[in-house]
């Protein structure tokens, strides 16, 4: 990330596809940084949406990063490095902020969203506890 005149103030380099960490550093980063929001214009749309049978459905999102979290986790209890559990329990983490955003999105466009509340339970620890 740079500021307006050029200057760098973030910089992170993703080891692989997977590797996607918080959204959190990026945003402090911004706020540092002092600068108004900006508001844009909806995107305009520029070709009709066409079904294909092959995409990943809306639908499928929460089971599918569900599948990915639990796996990061049962992986991360199977690995014995140091390194590589805490690799796996960031990928675990990753995911279930895309299971937050996603649910948050959906009760936005519902409008039943509780205010600062995600619909899915936060991370449960190896025994099952809520380490909130």
């Given amino acids: 990330m740079f500021d307006p005149h050029g200057e760098e103030v973030l910089r992170h380099r993703s080891r692989d596809f997977a590797d996607r960490p918080s959204d959190d550093p990026l945003f402090a980063a911004a706020r540092r940084l002092g600068l108004p929001a900006i508001s844009l214009d909806p995107a305009p749309a520029l070709a009709e949406p066409v079904e294909d049978d092959a995409a990943f459905r809306p639908d499928a ?60 339970p936060r991370r449960f620890g190896s025994r099952g506890r809520n380490e909130a």
């Fill in 61 to 120: 999102y929460g089971a599918c990063f569900r599948g990915n979290r639990f796996a990061a986790r049962a992986l991360a209890g199977r690995l014995t490095g140091a390194e590589d559990r805490v690799e796996a329990k960031a990928h675990e983490t990753m995911a279930v902020g895309f299971l937050e955003a996603w649910s948050q999105a959906a009760q936005e466009r519902r409008g039943d969203a509780p205010s600062g509340r995600s619909a899915i």
